[in-house]
């Protein structure tokens, strides 16, 4: 299952864009002295050039994707960074959704930075190592659903729901510890 969420949008650009375009029409109805247009030109490519660098950029930091990597492993990536769905536990990911797991203080954002993107929710990954992640997303009933019918079968780890342990970890402590 294909999952992508887009880190940034180009409302802002077509927003600021309008702005400026009226401002123009302005200029140009309006009696008076004229704005040269040698100044619109620089100042319609440096303002438009700042706002779609940062749609860009929080394309490129921010975009959600569960998909296939070049050999056909199911992967979560943020960004630049990729977790393969088989390194993520699935039973505390079903009982996240059902409300009775959370995430470990201090827990890592995907992606980069020290918190979640405005407008984001961090959904907890339990990770196969035990460590927790924090993945930042618009919607993350739908991130789940999609990484849980991506994640290959497997068979239930006795007691890792019960003691808090993850597949594959003995500890049961968090990212900082017991």
């Not at 960004?79 to 536990?89: I, M, N, Q, T």
Request: hydrophobic residues 45%; charged residues 15%.
């Amino acid at each position: 299952m294909e999952h992508v969420e887009p880190g940034g949008s180009w409302r802002p650009f077509w927003l600021v864009a309008g702005a400026l375009g009226l401002l123009l029409v302005l200029d140009v109805a309006l009696p008076g002295p004229d704005v040269p247009p040698l100044l619109w030109v620089l100042s319609l490519v440096a303002v438009l050039g700042v706002v779609a660098a940062g749609v860009l950029s929080a394309n490129r930091v921010w975009t959600v994707r569960v998909g296939r990597t070049d050999v056909g492993e199911p992967v979560l990536s943020v960004g630049r960074e990729r977790v393969l769905v088989a390194d993520v536990d699935t039973a505390h990911l079903e009982a996240v959704r059902e409300g009775a797991a959370g995430v470990d203080a201090g827990a890592p954002v995907l992606g980069g930075g020290w918190s979640l993107p405005r407008g984001r929710t961090g959904l907890p990954l339990r990770l196969t190592d035990g460590r927790t992640v924090l993945v930042p997303t618009r919607d993350p009933a739908a991130l789940a659903r999609a990484l849980l019918a991506a994640a290959p079968a497997r068979g239930a780890v006795p007691g890792a729901g019960e003691t808090g342990a993850s597949p594959g970890s003995p500890r049961t402590e968090g990212t900082l510890g017991p």
